[in-house]
Nanobody
Framework: VQLVESGGGLVQAGGSLRLSCAAT????????MAWFRQVPGFERQFVGI??????RIADAVKGRFTVSRDNANNTLYLHMNSMKPEDTGVYYC???????????????WGRGTQVTVSS
């Protein structure tokens, strides 16, 4: 399984971005797909997860970010609105068999895409 993120960039506070994660290979349809983010010097932070109609969003971004998935095209999305400077970081997508916010349970990761929110 290969995951490739795209859509990152520089945005002003209050703005929006949509990240994409294209998945190729033998992706289990039963697997969860998730977004994490990381700032240098800090642990990888859970953002959101989806499988079918099940979604979970981290409290830090609830009401501003949503996760969606296009199963036909094996693409995961992260829709980010009302962005804040503290949303800055490298955003990673991942896939695994568990509904969990713990990075160690995810078997496959993308290389990440940088998101920078200016104040």
């Amino acid at each position: 399984v290969q995951l490739v993120e795209s859509g990152g960039g520089l945005v002003q506070a209050g703005g929006s971005l949509r990240l994409s994660c294209a998945a190729t290979g033998r992706l289990h349809v039963s697997y969860y797909m998730a977004w994490f983010r990381q700032v240098p010097g800090f642990e990888r932070q859970f953002v959101g997860i989806i499988r079918g109609s099940t979604t979970r969003i981290a409290d830090a971004v609830k009401g501003r970010f949503t996760v969606s998935r296009d199963n036909a095209n094996n693409t995961l999305y992260l829709h980010m609105n009302s962005m804040k400077p503290e949303d800055t970081g490298v955003y990673y997508c991942a896939t695994g068999a568990m509904l969990t916010s713990e990075p160690r349970h995810y078997a496959y990761w993308g290389r990440g895409t940088q998101v920078t929110v200016s104040s």
